[in-house]
Every structure is written in C-alpha cells, then in structure tokens.
C-alpha cells in the first residue's frame, strides 16, 4: 500500500529497495494467478484421463440383442442417451439429470439405453476407426456390457425390423470421449426423435466452459481471431468445430436448453448454424405466495457453506479468500460439503457421495442448517443444480456475476445477492444489516421452493 500510494512503479522499487527489504511479491488477483497456475492443456488434461483404467465387458451380440428385443416388446420405446461417463457412478449435474431422465423414462414405459466411450477422455476421439470405437452399454440403470459400434449399429438395425416401433428418441448430453462418426453411425436414421442438450459449451470449444486460459469467460469468438489466439485452449478449436458441424449437418437434432442464457450464448456461438431448439429447465419454479413470518434460526452464527468439488471454476479459489479474510469475524461459521476434503482451515468438512445413485446434498445442508451457500462459479453455468438444492434447503445464495443462471435465478426471486467480486462478498458477510436481510432471502425462498 505505501508503494501504491507513493505512486512508485511496483517493480522498479522490488528492484531498488523491496528485495532487500525482505518484502515478498503479492498478487493483487490471487484468484486469477491461482487459476493460472494450475492451467492444464485440453492435450494434458486427455492424457490424464485416458490413464484411468477404462470398465470393461466383453459380452456377445447375440446377447446384447436378445436382451433389447425382451425389454423393448413390454414397453412403449426406446430412449437411447449419450454422454462421456457411467452417470450411475460419478457426481455432477449432467450425471444427476441423466439418472433423473432414466427414472423417469422407465416410470412412463421407455427402455432407457446409456452408451458412453469405454476409455474416458474429456476431448474428442480423432482417432482410430469409428467401426471399432468400444462403448459400454447401461440399460435402465445397469451395466451390460462393453461393444464396438459396429455390435451396436447392427443391433439396433435388427431390432427396429423386429420391434419397428422401439426405437423413437435418441439424446447426445455431451460428445466427451466420442469418435464423431461413431454418434452418427449409432444414431444414424434409425431415431426419428434427435436432440442434443447443452449442459456446457463443448460443441463451440475445446474449453467447454468457454473461459480464456481458464480465468475469463468468452464469447466463443471467430476462429483464428487474435482473442481466441491468445488461449491456451485455441489450437484445437478449429478441428472441434469442424466435427460438431458435421455433426449437426448429419442429424440435425433439436437443440435443448437448460436456461435461456444457456440459449443466448450457445446460439451466438455458432456463428449462424440455424437448428431448432427449445429451452426445457431442468427444474420448473412453482413461486407460491408466503403468509407465515419468517423467523431467524436461534443461534448467534451464520452458516455459509461451499458445495461441491474444490475446483476454481466453481468457485472454491474465491470461497478460499472469503475464508480467509472472515474467519475471524465472529457470528460467522463456514463449511464444505463434498466428495473430496479440501483441508482448509476454518472450515468444517462433510463428506457429501451419492447414495443408492442420488444427491446427498439437500440433507447436508438441512441437517447442519446452513443459512447461506456461497456459489462463485467463474464460467456462466448453463443451469447449476446446487442453487436450487440450496434453496430447497432452505438456504439462501450468494454468487458472482460471472454465474450464469444462478445470477438469473437469484434476481428473479430476490434469493440471496450477486455480487461481481470476492472481495464484495466478504464485505456482505462482514455487513451489520446481513441478519436482517438473510431473514428477507430466505422469506422470499420460501416461496420457490417447490419444485417440478
């Protein structure tokens, strides 16, 4: 501070006075430095994932058909489903909503078919032959086996002469993983029923939350612009556009969108490649009017909570600091719910997994009565299941601007504060008046928290 203040170049005084002060240099945006240091290439990020031993086995054709044929003759269709990842066994929300989407399929009759890549990767296959791409099959919630595309393309072929009105909806959540041509050729004419869901950006960047060197969001600019040239992520942005055109040139599916701002960025994004699309949120607000006086918890602190996974893009870099400058203030207490423990002083951990397949957070955040949980995610989120868990938990939110539809979500129904820094969010908690309006955020999510 005295440095700024003296209005002394910073650098040429370290060289001059501060190294031999002892003086040690400070980043002013911890946060960015931080997300910085720990930027990974999509390249470095792939190599990680294909160490992961993939999940595999090795059942006949044969098998795979009969199995199909008995379960496709006692239902009303097929629901075939895409996606990088068995979504019985990983946390996050495109898992959850698949899970959601197979339970419901099968309540309404439909046989639910999964396929992911049996060797996980977070960018797309170039690679290889598309005949032989191996994919592992889960069919209403349990693994059968492991078949190249091939099997399944000529399963599925067979079937639909056997069963002609089994098949009817097929839906591409993510192509991670995938070979292109191996989507196309599973999916082919056989589905009279195409849709492809934005849950992230991957169809417009390798970066899949479209943030430039993991810090700033972008807008998906033109390729080879000097924006996109500065990225880390840039070199090959050309070759994913070019596989999803084809992509959507083949099958043109409909496009489905978990909010509308999801929708805005998503369709700027693709420079002008018209498809259908329609905006389905994962969950539909029932706002209720609210006739009960809403009375504070009897307790002297207020409960913050992060949930999820310690990630930067989440936001768990700016809970971090938020920790650090406030947990000293008294009246407040701070936690984290997740899989992995952060170790992070001052903060109480919960482990927080799934259970018989379904989240655990609503009850983390009940059972510890948690007043306020902090979402600082860095890229604009399509839809964010937490918020919503959060409020029907009964807790309020606190979220930064760069949030995507959880900012959407708190201003439409006056659920808690976006704020466009950390720093701004420790000072709301470190607020004399933040009793007062935590009562009004959580009056106002009294009336939303019933769900559809």
């Not at 890549?117 to 994919?135: E, K, Q, R, V, Y």
């Not at 369709?267 to 006086?293: D, F, M, Q, W, Y």
């Amino acid at each position: 501070a005295d440095v700024r203040n003296a209005e002394i170049n910073p650098f040429m005084h370290y060289l001059n006075k501060g190294i031999n002060e002892g003086r040690k240099p400070q980043p002013e945006l911890i946060v960015n430095h931080k997300l910085f240091r720990t930027l990974k290439t999509i390249t470095e990020l792939s190599q990680e994932y294909r160490q992961i031993a993939p999940k595999l086995k090795l059942v006949a054709q044969s098998e795979l058909f009969i199995t199909l044929l008995t379960k496709c003759s006692e239902s009303k269709g097929l629901c075939l489903s895409l996606s990088h990842d068995d979504y019985m066994n990983h946390t996050g929300g495109v898992q959850k909503f698949i899970r959601d989407e197979s339970h419901y399929a099968q309540e309404t009759g439909y046989v639910y078919l999964h396929l992911c890549p049996a060797i996980a990767d977070i960018s797309l296959n170039h690679n290889g032959s598309a005949i032989t791409f191996l994919i592992n099959c889960t069919l209403n919630d349990t693994f059968i086996g492991t078949f190249t595309v091939r099997e399944l393309t000529e399963t599925l072929s067979s079937l639909l002469i056997k069963q002609p009105l089994a098949l009817q909806v097929a839906v591409i959540h993510t192509a991670m993983g995938w070979n292109i041509e191996s989507i196309t050729s599973v999916i082919s004419d056989l589905f009279a029923h195409q849709f492809y869901y934005v849950h992230d950006y991957f169809a417009l960047c390798t970066e899949y939350r479209l943030l430039r060197n993991n810090i700033v969001p972008c807008d998906a600019p033109e390729l080879k612009s000097m924006s996109c040239n500065i990225c880390a992520h840039s070199d090959g942005r050309v070759k994913q556009v070019e596989a999803f055109t084809q992509l959507f040139e083949k099958l043109k599916p409909t496009l489905l969108y978990p909010s509308n701002c999801a929708k805005a960025l998503f369709r700027a994004g693709l420079h002008g490649n018209k498809l259908a699309e329609v905006v389905v949120p994962h969950i539909k607000v029932i706002k209720k009017s609210v006739t009960k006086k809403h009375e504070p918890r009897k307790r002297d602190r207020i409960r913050v909570a992060y949930c999820g996974a310690p990630v930067g893009h989440k936001g768990f870099y700016h809970f971090e600091q938020i920790v650090e400058k406030c947990q000293t203030q008294v009246g407040l207490e701070f936690f984290h719910f997740g899989n992995e423990d952060s170790q992070l002083s001052g903060v109480e951990f919960a482990k927080t997994v799934l259970k018989d397949g379904k989240s655990q957070m609503i009850k983390k955040i009940e059972d510890q009565e948690i007043d306020i949980v902090f979402i600082g995610s860095t890229w604009r989120e399509t839809f964010n299941f937490v918020a919503y868990e959060a409020v029907q938990a009964g807790a309020a939110i606190i979220t930064l601007n760069s949030a995507g539809n959880v900012c959407d979500f708190v201003a439409e129904y006056k659920i808690g504060s976006v704020v466009k820094t950390w720093e701004e969010a420790a000072k709301l908690l470190q607020n004399s008046d933040l009793t007062k309006k935590l009562m009004a955020w959580q009056a106002a999510a009294e009336g939303v928290r019933n769900f559809v």
